[in-house]
């Protein structure tokens, strides 16, 4: 499972939009269902190696893209069957299945397979779950190759609805741009390795997938304070702000100050028990500040934040010190991070509706601060609307500690200074690659190691 790093994502409507401007612009709707097309005839090929393809087509442009590619297949000598549900609706489909002149057999229990599958029976129209009867003719399918034509047929593509899709693909072709089902759970796992093929639109990028994560090198005059300073607070939980502590170290920071605590992860790190951290967060060189991991909910803990909030620091919010800061953190714009798991963000953010980003990019409004809505599909969102999505992570990340690493990762990139949409996403990415690079067997410390 794959997606193409700092890809566009479009809604359907937003996909609309973008078609209706390059229509503006010159490009017809039938040169792009040809682009389209043609684009999924090549991946075809390339995916059954010779071997026969059987293209399912639907009534709208989704299966006016399968009709376009079977006609080009063929005409490069393919073996290509075409099967359809129902008889085209749209114009475009109209003229699509016009330039097929092969036969069309009819899509029911006694049709026979192939070893590759093309999903060409809806795509970002679909308007409703697959039905019973059309999910089992499909589910004889299931064993076969399968390249799904924009969508795996029968998933919402704005994320919103969790449909789950009867035939989950190896190779989805995402048309111009991705869509939120290739990167929202429960639909992300079935559209497999995920391709764009750009067919001309122009793609807003404000929501897109990560980009790849850069190399963070200092530069030559780098000293310890100017590479960022991060004051880790900790809670009763040291375990926790330890690896905070030592992962803002590990990602970049220059100087790391553990308050609370009297003992450091590691000795390059400062560890004060000793109550100052009221003094501490009026020190100037330090440039963020992590307060949550390692904190149960309680008044101790809206004291600390309060102060935080106070300081007009840059903050990571994380945890019980997300509730706790809510009331405030509207009242003036500031450079804050809030790193929510499913738990944490329902408690935060209860009345708020649509897919996994529709709610993200409402809770970064709602509280003026880039959210980070953590999870397998992680979604992190700015208030000014900007969006980026890492699927797919890493699942050796489904372990403790692990957000309190993010959590210090976060302060590290947030103390550089910038913008903390910009610090997320390389925290996010920063994250994503320490994991990839420990794999099987991962625990959150192996994070932080060498
Ligand atoms: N966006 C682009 O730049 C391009 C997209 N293309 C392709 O067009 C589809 C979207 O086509 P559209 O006609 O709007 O919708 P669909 O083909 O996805 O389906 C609509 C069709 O199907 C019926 N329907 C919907 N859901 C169901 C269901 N569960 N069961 C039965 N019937 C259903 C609905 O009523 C309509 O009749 C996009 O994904 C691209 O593949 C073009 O190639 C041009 C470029
Ligand atoms: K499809």
Same mark, same amino acid.
């Given at each position: 499972?794959?997606?193409?790093?700092?890809?566009?994502?479009?809604?359907?409507?937003?996909?609309?939009?973008?078609?209706?401007?390059?229509?503006?612009?010159?490009?017809?709707?039938?040169?792009?269902?040809?682009?389209?097309?043609?684009?999924?005839?090549?991946?075809?090929?390339?995916?059954?190696?010779?071997?026969?393809?059987?293209?399912?087509?639907?009534?709208?442009?989704?299966?006016?893209?399968?009709?376009?590619?079977?006609?080009?297949?063929?005409?490069?000598?393919?073996?290509?069957?075409?099967?359809?549900?129902?008889?085209?609706?749209?114009?475009?489909?109209?003229?699509?299945?016009?330039?097929?002149?092969?036969?069309?057999?009819?899509?029911?229990?006694?049709?026979?397979?192939?070893?590759?599958?093309?999903?060409?029976?809806?795509?970002?129209?679909?308007?409703?779950?697959?039905?019973?009867?059309?999910?089992?003719?499909?589910?004889?399918?299931?064993?076969?190759?399968?390249?799904?034509?924009?969508?795996?047929?029968?998933?919402?593509?704005?994320?919103?609805?969790?449909?789950?899709?009867?035939?989950?693909?190896?190779?989805?072709?995402?048309?111009?741009?991705?869509?939120?089902?290739?990167?929202?759970?429960?639909?992300?796992?079935?559209?497999?390795?995920?391709?764009?093929?750009?067919?001309?639109?122009?793609?807003?990028?404000?929501?897109?997938?990560?980009?790849?994560?850069?190399?963070?090198?200092?530069?030559?005059?780098?000293?310890?304070?100017?590479?960022?300073?991060?004051?880790?607070?900790?809670?009763?939980?040291?375990?926790?702000?330890?690896?905070?502590?030592?992962?803002?170290?590990?990602?970049?920071?220059?100087?790391?100050?553990?308050?609370?605590?009297?003992?450091?992860?590691?000795?390059?790190?400062?560890?004060?028990?000793?109550?100052?951290?009221?003094?501490?967060?009026?020190?100037?060189?330090?440039?963020?500040?992590?307060?949550?991991?390692?904190?149960?909910?309680?008044?101790?803990?809206?004291?600390?934040?309060?102060?935080?909030?106070?300081?007009?620091?840059?903050?990571?919010?994380?945890?019980?010190?997300?509730?706790?800061?809510?009331?405030?953190?509207?009242?003036?714009?500031?450079?804050?991070?809030?790193?929510?798991?499913?738990?944490?963000?329902?408690?935060?953010?209860?009345?708020?509706?649509?897919?996994?980003?529709?709610?993200?990019?409402?809770?970064?409004?709602?509280?003026?601060?880039?959210?980070?809505?953590?999870?397998?599909?992680?979604?992190?969102? $700015?208030? !000014?609307?900007? @969006? *980026? #999505?890492?699927?797919?992570?890493?699942?050796?990340? %489904?372990?403790? =500690?692990? &957000?309190? +690493?993010?959590?210090?990762?976060?302060?590290?990139?947030?103390?550089?200074?910038?913008? $903390?949409? !910009?610090?997320? @996403? *390389? #925290?996010?990415?920063?994250?994503?690659?320490?994991? %990839?690079?420990? =794999?099987? &067997?991962? +625990?959150?410390?192996?994070?932080?190691?060498?």
């Amino acid at each position: 499972m794959s997606v193409p790093a700092d890809a566009p994502i479009l809604t359907t409507k937003a996909m609309r939009e973008a078609e209706a401007a390059c229509a503006i612009q010159g490009t017809s709707l039938s040169e792009l269902m040809e682009l389209a097309g043609a684009a999924v005839a090549d991946t075809a090929r390339r995916m059954a190696a010779g071997a026969p393809i059987l293209i399912l087509c639907g009534p709208g442009n989704n299966g006016g893209d399968g009709y376009v590619a079977a006609r080009l297949l063929a005409e490069r000598g393919a073996s290509v069957r075409v099967a359809a549900l129902a008889e085209p609706v749209t114009d475009l489909a109209k003229a699509a299945r016009a330039g097929w002149s092969g036969p069309i057999e009819p899509l029911n229990g006694r049709l026979a397979p192939a070893p590759l599958i093309v999903d060409a029976l809806f795509g970002v129209g679909s308007s409703r779950p697959i039905s019973d009867e059309l999910a089992v003719i499909l589910g004889h399918f299931d064993d076969r190759r399968i390249l799904a034509v924009d969508v795996p047929s029968g998933v919402d593509s704005d994320g919103g609805a969790n449909w789950t899709p009867p035939l989950s693909a190896d190779v989805t072709l995402a048309l111009g741009a991705l869509k939120p089902a290739h990167v929202l759970l429960p639909t992300a796992p079935a559209c497999g390795r995920v391709l764009l093929a750009p067919i001309g639109i122009s793609a807003s990028k404000a929501i897109g997938t990560l980009p790849k994560p850069g190399t963070a090198k200092p530069d030559a005059t780098a000293h310890k304070f100017n590479r960022g300073m991060v004051l880790v607070f900790a809670g009763p939980m040291r375990g926790a702000a330890a690896l905070s502590a030592a992962a803002a170290l590990r990602a970049g920071a220059g100087y790391v100050v553990l308050e609370g605590s009297e003992r450091a992860p590691f000795s390059a790190i400062i560890a004060e028990s000793d109550e100052r951290f009221g003094e501490r967060l009026n020190d100037p060189r330090v440039g963020a500040v992590v307060i949550g991991p390692g904190f149960p909910a309680g008044d101790e803990l809206l004291f600390d934040v309060e102060a935080a909030l106070d300081s007009n620091k840059a903050l990571v919010l994380d945890a019980a010190a997300i509730d706790a800061a809510l009331p405030r953190l509207s009242e003036t714009p500031r450079n804050a991070i809030l790193t929510p798991h499913e738990g944490e963000f329902a408690r935060a953010f209860p009345q708020l509706y649509g897919s996994k980003i529709d709610r993200a990019k409402a809770a970064a409004a709602r509280t003026q601060a880039v959210v980070i809505y953590k999870g397998a599909d992680t979604i992190i969102a $700015a208030p !000014d609307g900007r @969006v *980026a #999505a890492a699927w797919p992570g890493s699942p050796w990340l %489904a372990t403790a =500690g692990t &957000g309190d +690493v993010l959590a210090g990762a976060c302060g590290a990139m947030l103390a550089r200074g910038g913008d $903390a949409f !910009d610090a997320a @996403v *390389a #925290a996010v990415g920063w994250h994503i690659a320490q994991a %990839a690079r420990i =794999g099987p &067997g991962l +625990v959150a410390d192996d994070l932080v190691r060498e």
